[in-house]
């Protein structure tokens, strides 16, 4: 892992990438910082924050596109798969490199609220924790792209890709909102959710036996329930959706200013997902 | 030691791999000999761990691929086909990362790194950049991470390609050196790079075990002193007539004939080489040329990997049957007779030691008795 970690910490400095992510989102943080708390004398630095978090769509690809793409279309995979190391070392160290170059952006950033605090009243308790919650939807949408870039040996598709997943995560509230909020629609919505897990199942284990019992069973079971208390599903599924909502627990730290422990668990659990998936995608690979 | 047991790989309906099953000793240079395609390197594929079999186990030392991957793999040192360099990294650079990513302790980095770059004439190189490195170098960076450790076996998908015949001297000279301590496991479509180094080739047709057994061994099965083939200075009817009062040729065939000389292809019973010297001495014929028409390692690997199922079939029952079944019996009968049809034309190329490099297989080279 070790040895992996240093080769892609490396190959970010080596190459632009590193360095223009490192430059773009200190740019960006420091034009929001000027603006809002030196010339416009905002006391919170993590309104500052919230207003760069758009920046990571464009630089979370750039970032994550090639780490396991490239080594596939490179066949160099067939190296790291076949060494001594395993396959989550091999991830992990990966994924470690394109954290510290997320870091070194974010630790410049600490810096903001002592400036503030040269200047008058600084809130670090609040700033601090927004800051550590900033670094960590970051490492949740990088954990993301990684599990996109393991998925196709193409830079391009793995950036695109990336792309459009977190334009859907950041505009999953609005998204949310446009879902009928009857009980007839949440059922037609589960439904639909349900047949979706089945087809997923279907391609994972390529049963279809499995896949279609699954869906009898479940739609059985929903119906069941509707036919019970019809008056549960109504509002059931923005609802449900709704708590997937990544910005959601960084807006409670950065605008209410609360220390939401639900909301961290929610990324450390979505970051250990996306990571085991990835490890899936890539151990997948070798049975296909 | 290597064993392989009853290895299948299937894409979909397609076995790229079919119960195969063999076994490499320790210290053996051991070859894998098929045409383009015949699941060679999905082989090797498998048994470094890159792919995982869908049916059968692959041991390496003790350690199955599957069951204890860490333990196996440590064992291994792979150039796939394609050498995995990382072309924004020195070679130095990448030489060290690949020492780190196989836990050679930090001690013996530096010297390990030294002896595989010199091993592999690389001195001059390592301060360059992968991305600048011609073909031929970067086959031999490949290498080097290859041997890099030194494990017990060495798996090399084809190592020479890409290569000039002079690097291709270089790169035997190194497996042969490798052998002495460590199994080399190769592959290559090119029959006399196999010849050249193997101690022992396993042929492979379309994922299927054909044969397995060392390059002489191949050669005896399918050989007889029976077939012989000579150039004399003299009319036809002259030769024609000498060979009448040679005992026991049993059929003649004439295949060139010019003013002053002819070809004739014989079938003996036995070793008549002697009697035919002397006859056409006696009858003042001079002969030119005498050679057994031998059926060489290429003959075996063309008709086994033939794309005819049948040929195939009649070439591979030929080598389980040996010595036992004599070859000739008059041209007409002889089982390989497609491959003695191919050896009696004129050869178009020269054989000659850069034929080695071509492309696919070389041309023949016959055992010629003077």
């Known amino acids: ?288 | 030691m290597v064993e392989v047991q009853n290895l299948v790989k299937r894409y979909g309906n397609r076995s790229a791999v079919d119960h195969l099953s063999f076994t490499v000793e320790d210290g053996q240079i051991f070859g894998f000999l098929g045409p383009n395609g015949a699941g060679k390197s999905t082989t090797m594929n498998i048994m470094t761990g890159y792919l995982a079999a869908t049916e059968g186990t692959v041991l390496i030392d003790g350690h199955d691929v599957c069951e204890e991957p860490e333990a196996a793999r440590r064992c291994i040192g792979y150039l796939p086909e394609q050498p995995p360099l990382y072309p924004d990294m020195t070679v130095l650079e990448y030489l060290q990362f690949c020492a780190e990513l196989k836990q050679i302790p930090k001690a013996e980095q530096e010297n390990q790194i030294g002896q595989a770059v010199s091993m592999t004439h690389l001195e001059d190189q390592t301060r360059r950049l992968i991305r600048n490195l011609s073909k031929g170098f970067r086959q031999r960076v490949g290498l080097a991470q290859a041997i890099l450790g030194f494990p017990k076996v060495i798996i090399l998908d084809e190592p020479t390609v890409g290569l000039d015949p002079r690097q291709v001297v270089e790169i035997r000279e190194l497996i042969h050196s490798l052998a002495k301590e460590h199994t080399v496991i190769l592959s290559s479509h090119i029959l006399s790079e196999i010849q050249a180094v193997c101690d022992k080739v396993l042929i492979i047709r379309k994922g299927k075990f054909v044969t397995c057994d060392t390059p002489d061994a191949l050669e005896g099965k399918l050989s007889a002193n029976d077939r012989l083939e000579l150039l004399a200075k003299g009319t036809r009817e002259a030769a024609e007539s000498v060979l009448k009062t040679v005992e026991g040729i049993t059929s003649h065939t004439l295949t060139d004939v010019t003013p002053d000389t002819v070809r004739i292809k014989v079938g003996t019973d036995g070793d008549r080489r002697e009697a035919l010297f002397y006859a056409f001495a006696q009858a003042r014929c001079p002969l030119l040329e005498l050679r057994s028409r031998m059926a060489s390692l290429e003959d075996v690997f063309l008709d086994l990997t033939d794309e005819d199922d049948g040929v195939a079939a009649r070439a591979a029952a030929l080598l389980t049957s040996g010595e036992e079944t004599p070859a000739a019996d008059g041209e007409k009968n002889v089982p390989s007779e497609k491959a003695a049809d191919e050896t009696s034309l004129p050869d178009p190329v020269p054989a000659g030691p850069t034929d080695e490099q071509a492309p696919d297989i070389a041309p023949e080279k016959e055992d010629t008795v003077e």
């Open chain 1, 1 to 288: 892992m070790k040895a992996i970690y240093k080769r892609e910490l490396r190959a970010y400095f080596n190459s632009m990438t590193g360095w223009i992510f490192v430059a773009a989102l200190t740019v960006f943080i420091g034009i929001y910082f000027t603006a809002n708390n030196l010339i416009n004398g905002y006391t919170y630095f993590s309104y500052t924050l919230s207003g760069t978090l758009i920046v990571f769509m464009a630089l979370v690809p750039v970032l994550t596109m090639r780490s396991l793409a490239e080594e596939r279309h490179s066949k160099t995979d067939q190296l790291l798969l076949t060494s001594p190391a395993t396959l989550t070392g091999v991830v992990l160290g990966k994924y470690f490199a394109m954290l510290t170059v997320l870091a070194a952006p974010v630790l410049l950033a600490c810096l903001c609220p002592l400036i503030i605090r040269m200047n008058g009243t600084a809130h670090f308790k609040a700033d601090y924790a927004s800051l550590l919650v900033y670094f960590l939807l970051a490492a949740v949408e990088i954990a993301l792209g990684m599990l996109v870039s393991a998925l196709t040996e193409s830079q391009v598709i793995a950036a695109v890709g990336t792309f459009c997943l977190l334009l859907a995560l950041y505009l999953w509230d609005g998204l949310v909102g446009l879902l009928p909020t009857s009980a007839i629609g949440s059922l037609a919505g589960i439904f639909v959710v349900l047949v979706f897990v089945c087809l997923l199942l279907n391609a994972l284990s390529g049963s279809w036996k499995l896949a279609g019992g699954t869906l009898v069973l479940g739609t059985a079971v929903i119906l069941g329930f509707y036919i019970k208390k019809s008056s549960t599903f109504a509002d059931l599924l923005p609802k449900a959706l709704g708590s997937f909502s990544l910005l959601d627990a960084f807006n409670s730290f950065a605008t209410d200013h609360v220390f939401d422990i639900p909301g961290l668990l929610l990324y450390l659990s979505l970051i250990a997902l996306l990571v085991f998936l990835t490890i899936q995608v890539l151990q997948k690979r070798r049975w296909n």
